[in-house]
């Protein structure tokens, strides 16, 4: 079949990222990556705020799935949903492999968490361009994400390159705010607000990249990563709130008929 003028946009941008990271230069793993600025226990639990951080990111998930499984499916758009549940178990995902990072920080924990993220990156992406392009644009970035996403961060464990994963990380960024300014809302559309869900990824990766400064700041309170997850995890309340009230227009129509 032939691409229509949006598909054909979104795969040479896809080419074009993928150039990047076959063929740009190498970026090594900074050697500070695993020194994190909140290194206090709690009750013998390690680096105790960086992983209870993680929490909101499963009951996110948790709540995201329960307000599928209660929708009806007739409602909802085949492709989006099946992207919608990537995504919410994609957050369950992140939460284990976040967690199981920060209790001893390595490359190897690393490696899980950024696999993690791929799931809900993957799902993400899949839901934004489904509504946007086309299901098959959006089932295509999907199973493109699940294969490319994981092979980037098994490269950069073994070589220490690391571009090829910011490209998967910061590109799918970019594939996003393209399809929102290129694509045009299909009538199934789900009325999610994008705009919230790029503003909590922008203030995610801003407090991620001020870790010390936001704990100095806070008296302490608080690191600038574990801002960083609470942020992150507020990403999925638009979708969620989105679910949220179809189920409770529904019910309304319901009780009123």
């Not at 995902?93 to 490359?107: E, R």
Request: charged share 15%.
């Amino acid at each position: 079949m032939r691409l229509t003028r949006s598909e054909a946009l979104l795969l040479l941008a896809c080419l074009a990222l993928a150039a990047l990271a076959l063929f740009g230069p190498a970026v090594a793993q900074p050697r500070e990556a695993h020194a994190f600025a909140d290194q206090r226990a709690l009750a013998g639990l390690p680096h105790a705020l960086d992983v209870l951080s993680n929490l909101p990111f499963a009951l996110a998930g948790w709540w995201g799935l329960r307000l599928l499984r209660e929708g009806s499916t007739g409602e909802l758009h085949a492709t989006q949903r099946t992207c919608a549940r990537l995504f919410f178990i994609g957050l369950l995902v992140v939460a284990a492999g976040s967690s199981w990072y920060h209790l001893a920080p390595d490359d190897a924990g690393l490696a899980i968490d950024r696999i993690s993220m791929c799931v809900a990156f993957a799902g993400l992406l899949g839901l934004v361009a489904a509504g946007r392009v086309s299901d098959r644009a959006g089932i295509a970035l999907v199973d493109a994400l699940m294969v490319l996403g994981p092979a980037s961060v098994l490269f950069c464990l073994r070589t220490g390159n690391v571009l090829p994963w910011a490209v998967v990380q910061f590109g799918g960024f970019l594939l996003v705010l393209l399809v929102l300014a290129c694509g045009t809302e299909r009538l199934a559309t789900w009325p999610v607000r994008w705009g919230l869900v790029l503003l909590a990824y922008a203030v995610a990766k801003l407090a991620e990249a001020n870790d010390a400064a936001i704990l100095h700041a806070s008296g302490e309170l608080f690191s600038g990563h574990t801002l960083k997850h609470l942020v992150a995890a507020s990403a999925a309340w638009p979708l969620a709130a989105m679910l949220a009230r179809r189920q409770n227009g529904r019910h309304i129509a319901a009780g009123a008929a």
